[in-house]
T-cell receptor
Framework: RKEVEQDPGPFNVPEGATVAFNCTYSNSASQSFFWYRQDCRKEPKLLMSVYSSGNEDGRFTAQLNRASQYISLLIRDSKLSDSATYLCVVKQGTALIFGKGTTLSVSS | EAGVTQSPTHLIKTRGQQATLRCSPISGHTSVYWYQQALGLGLQFLLWYDEGEERNRGNFPPRFSGRQFPNYSSELNVNALELEDSALYLC??????????????FGEGSRLTVL
């Protein structure tokens, strides 16, 4: 089983749609969780951390279920500018483990 | 403020040759990380340097090596290049270690093509 697994997509949605990405991790000792965003041919950038209680940043909501080893990212009211690859990231010890990413394409 | 800078942007080598990639972290950042992003494989952790010392390495053979200089810039060396080394090599930096924030600042990468 891969350490961090994501559905690669692509997810193709119209503007204004709500879309959810899921991620599972294999190591129950994982300590911290993040979502990064990577635009086409650009470097990854931190989007948001994921907290056990769930957290929101504008249109973005992240949730963590430690018992199921599952992380999610919900994007509401999708914008064209949200088109990117979203990387699920898990901290294990001193390393950040990246998932392969889920590609989102928002169309008008 | 300048971000993480990497050079060269593109590099073409043949099998068996050596490649050297360079990275300058954000001013004030002491930790440098190297990741490999091969097509379809996602980011794979290569090396972590902090204060001039190698702190951790990923599951890569010894022909992947590097170092960090006193000014915190870093170099990644790949010896005896193989075709599967073709990838985007991303360097990232953080203030101290990223232990708490999880935030790495990435450069735009060096694309290595091995023919």
């Amino acid at each position: 089983r891969k350490e961090v697994e994501q559905d690669p997509g692509p997810f193709n949605v119209p503007e204004g749609a709500t879309v959810a990405f899921n991620c599972t991790y294999s190591n129950s000792a994982s300590q911290s969780f993040f979502w990064y965003r990577q635009d086409c041919r650009k470097e990854p950038k931190l989007l948001m951390s994921v907290y056990s209680s769930g957290n929101e940043d504008g249109r973005f909501t992240a949730q963590l279920n430690r018992a199921s080893q599952y992380i999610s990212l919900l994007i509401r009211d999708s914008k064209l500018s949200d088109s990117a690859t979203y990387l699920c990231v898990v901290k294990q010890g001193t390393a950040l483990i990246f998932g392969k990413g889920t590609t989102l394409s928002v169309s008008s | 403020e300048a971000g993480v800078t990497q050079s060269p942007t593109h590099l073409i080598k043949t099998r068996g040759q050596q490649a050297t990639l360079r990275c300058s972290p954000i001013s004030g950042h002491t930790s440098v990380y190297w990741y490999q992003q091969a097509l379809g494989l996602g980011l794979q952790f290569l090396l972590w340097y902090d204060e001039g010392e190698e702190r951790n390495r990923g599951n890569f053979p010894p022909r992947f090596s590097g170092r960090q200089f006193p000014n915190y810039s870093s170099e990644l060396n790949v010896n005896a290049l193989e075709l599967e080394d073709s990838a985007l090599y991303l360097c990232a930096s953080s203030l101290g270690t990223y232990m708490n924030t999880g935030e790495l600042f990435f450069g735009e990468g060096s694309r290595l093509t091995v023919l």
